[in-house]
């Protein structure tokens, strides 16, 4: 059995269960990202789905095992997020600004090609680190870092 995921779009009157169960059949998929439209509320849900089918000694599917659960909210969060970053991202292109992002926690320093040539140097010159930091700045202002 393959152990891929499938993406199924259904709407909610239609029959799930019978539709999921023979996209695994068809396809030897046994688990889903289902996306079902209400047509009562108007809405979409996201859910993921796992199905296991259950086959006998000739290999013919006898029963199916699975869990469902509703992941509206997080998949809600998440489309927030990227639309968020995305608009962050065309101000950040629209506006010719450089960034320069330290994570203290990890260290990890997050730059863009225009940071670079704001400071008169090419992209990735040099690495981009706390240090290299701390050498492009003043004496004077170093001091205060």
């Known amino acids: ?16 269960d019978l539709v999921l169960i023979k996209k695994v059949l068809e396809n030897g998929f046994n688990e889903a990202e289902i996306h079902v439209f ?4 108007g809405i979409i849900k996201d859910h993921h789905a796992t199905i296991i089918p259950e086959k006998n000694d000739k290999g013919e599917v006898v029963a199916f095992h699975g869990t469902s659960q509703d992941v509206t909210v997080r998949m809600d969060a998440i489309r927030k997020i990227q639309e968020s970053e995305d ?22 320093n997050l730059v863009n090609t225009r940071w670079y040539s704001m400071l008169g140097y090419e992209p990735f010159d040099f690495e981009a680190n706390f240090q290299s930091f701390l050498s492009l700045l003043h004496q004077i202002g170093r001091a205060h870092v």
């Open 1 to 16: 059995m393959y152990n891929g995921k499938i993406r199924i779009a259904l709407v909610e009157d239609s029959n799930c």
């Open 87 to 108: 608009r962050l991202d065309a101000a950040i292109k629209g506006a010719d600004l450089g960034v320069w992002d330290l994570d203290i926690e990890s260290g990890r």
């Open 38 to 41: 209400s047509t009562i509320e």
